[in-house]
């Protein structure tokens, strides 16, 4: 059962796959990602119970020792962050486009779920720090208004972690930009 997600971000890529075994070995948690990132960086997430994950992000930020740059617990996670983050969200048209860019993985997905919770919008994809510098990338749609006040909410989350890179509302964008988000 995905209740809770959380992540541990290292600077090593070696050491990344021995906090993956220690969060995997602490709690009943389910392996979303574990993998290298830019630039030369490991972002493992998982989700479960919020208990689990808690358990499970405390043995790999411990493992992790000097090499931690970041992690994250977020319980009772928006289900909509789960297909975003898996690329299988459906949008099928863009009323407003929303961005928000982020410096790490963990304040993006934290910035994700902040903004899909302040307003009634639909998350296109969250893109991983993957051939972006080590940046994320989370995109959604929907009212002008409840685009912007979304944008708002996660540009704070991040903002409030010193890791905002950028947010982006466009109105009525033109289809062509669905396309490339997808």
Known sequence: MKKSVGG??????????AVTDAM????QVQ???????CPGKFVVLVAGLVADV???VSAGASAAAESLVDQFVIPNIDPDIFPAIEGTAQVDHL?????????????????????????GVRLIEIKLAMAMGGKGLVTFTGSVAAVETAAAAGAENAGAKGL???KVVIP???????????
Request: glycine share 4%.
């Open 8 to 17: 541990v971000e290292t600077s090593s890529m070696a050491m990344g796959f």
């Open 24 to 27: 995997l070995k602490a709690a």
């Open 31 to 37: 392996l979303l990602v574990s993998r290298t990132i």
């Open 54 to 56: 808690t358990a499970a």
């Open 95 to 119: 009323e407003s486009l929303g961005i928000i860019e982020t410096f790490s993985v963990s304040s993006l997905i934290e910035a994700a779920d902040a903004a899909v919770k302040a307003a």
């Open 164 to 166: 905002l890179g950028r």
């Open 172 to 182: 009525k964008p033109r289809p062509e930009l669905l396309r490339e988000l997808i």
